[in-house]
């Protein structure tokens, strides 16, 4: 028979992580690699099947734009989406800054800027989700303690059974998967030179408009991606919480040591850098910010996941680094590490996310997880942008 417990030093849903400030953006026109779109789509379906089974309305649609100046060089969001989108023959529309503002009166692009609107992108209920998530697996026999802190873990090496030390007590199980976000680095050690921690700010921003529904999500204002020629930004229409909702990719100079370090404090400068965004391209928006929240993402070099066995000890499975893009995940994730956990291998293609010493930052990090606790690289300062 089947046992699973699951361990969280915090609350269920807490807002010490990744994870909170209501709404996360799900879509499918996917920039930072088309091989993520196939595990999309099965991450839909297992959505609307987890909204089936608890009976919950979890995802709304509202359709996704992703943009950019069309002739920007280097590193150009708009025609990467595009190229994900055409490879994977997904539904979409090209559409120019001026075509979107007509469509969607909540924005007001340059009309040097170029769109890719996919009708599938919305809304995910991100709080709510994992609550729906826990609620379900208890309803198959899955147990969950919290708050209980995991502190290490060891694998025998003669019996392969591993052992986790928690601050109440200790298990013993044939399977370990670890999935602590941006505190791996402190049950993995060798990680530190391989991922950093990001603090992210988030903000709403109040809306006056003569249309009431320009920034609902009821088809006038689709969650977006938008890139100019520094900088990410990522927003939603009002859901949960009056007002549209923004952040900006890896902010410079946000780097921090440890989570416990993260500074929860919504600064005068963390609202000017989002408003400065506002004021640009959704001026309607551009009035009291009535809600505010930090969070953290945990990224690696290349800003793509790490999903995969332990080098070494093939019966405990990591997942972590979803570097600020993957909590839509959430769903096919589950599957994929249940399939490591109990098969040792998955039907869903993941060789891009697992590790490689190939990929940027992970040479030394192997070295020491074949090694098994080898010293490693202090932790970095910063990585290069995509930008």
Excluded at 276 to 296: D, L, Q, Y
Aim: aromatic share 10%; hydrophobic share 35%.
């Amino acid at each position: 028979m089947l046992q699973v417990l699951g361990l969280e030093q915090y609350s269920i849903a807490h807002h010490n992580g990744s994870s909170h400030g209501i709404s996360r953006i799900i879509r499918l026109a996917y920039h930072e690699d088309p091989a993520y779109v196939p595990l999309l789509k099965r991450a839909y379906e297992l959505w609307r099947e987890l909204e089936q089974e608890t009976k919950q309305d979890l995802l709304c649609i509202t359709g996704s734009i992703d943009t950019s100046r069309g002739d920007l060089q280097g590193y150009n969001g708009f025609k990467k989406s595009l190229q994900s989108a055409q490879e994977h023959d997904l539904e979409h529309e090209i559409l120019t800054g001026d075509e979107v503002n007509a469509r969607f009166p909540g924005y007001s692009l340059p009309s040097n800027f170029m769109a890719v609107y996919q009708p599938e992108g919305g809304i995910l209920a991100s709080e709510l989700c994992i609550a729906a998530h826990i609620k379900a697996a208890q309803s198959h026999g899955a147990q969950f303690h919290a708050p209980e802190k995991v502190d290490t873990w060891k694998v025998d090496d003669v019996t392969g059974i591993v052992t986790v030390f928690t601050n109440q007590g200790q298990y013993t199980a044939r399977k370990l998967v670890l999935t602590a976000g941006s505190w791996m680095p402190d049950i993995m050690p060798e990680l530190q030179s391989a991922v950093v921690v990001e603090r992210q700010v988030i903000g709403w921003f109040s809306v006056e408009h003569p249309d009431p529904d320009c920034c609902t999500p009821s088809g006038k204002f689709p969650v977006f991606l938008l890139q100019d020629e520094t900088d990410y930004w990522y927003g939603f229409p009002q859901f949960g919480h009056n007002g549209l909702k923004i952040g900006k990719f890896h902010r410079g100079n946000n780097i921090i040591a440890h989570p416990k370090h993260l500074d929860r404090t919504v600064s005068v400068d963390d609202e000017q850098m989002m408003r400065g965004a506002i004021s640009k391209f959704f001026p309607v928006a551009n009035h009291e910010m009535t809600k505010a929240a930090a969070c953290m993402f945990t990224t690696t070099q290349d800003s793509h996941f790490i999903v995969d066995l332990h080098p070494k000890h093939k019966q405990v499975v990591v997942c972590s680094a979803c570097s600020g893009h993957g909590y839509k995940f959430c769903s096919v994730m589950g599957e994929i590490l249940a399939d490591l956990a109990l098969t040792g291998k998955t039907q869903h293609d993941i060789d891009f996310i697992r590790f490689n010493d190939a990929r940027p930052g992970q040479k030394d990090m192997m070295h020491s997880l074949q090694q098994g606790g080898a010293p490693v690289k202090p932790p970095p300062t910063s990585f290069p942008s995509k930008l």
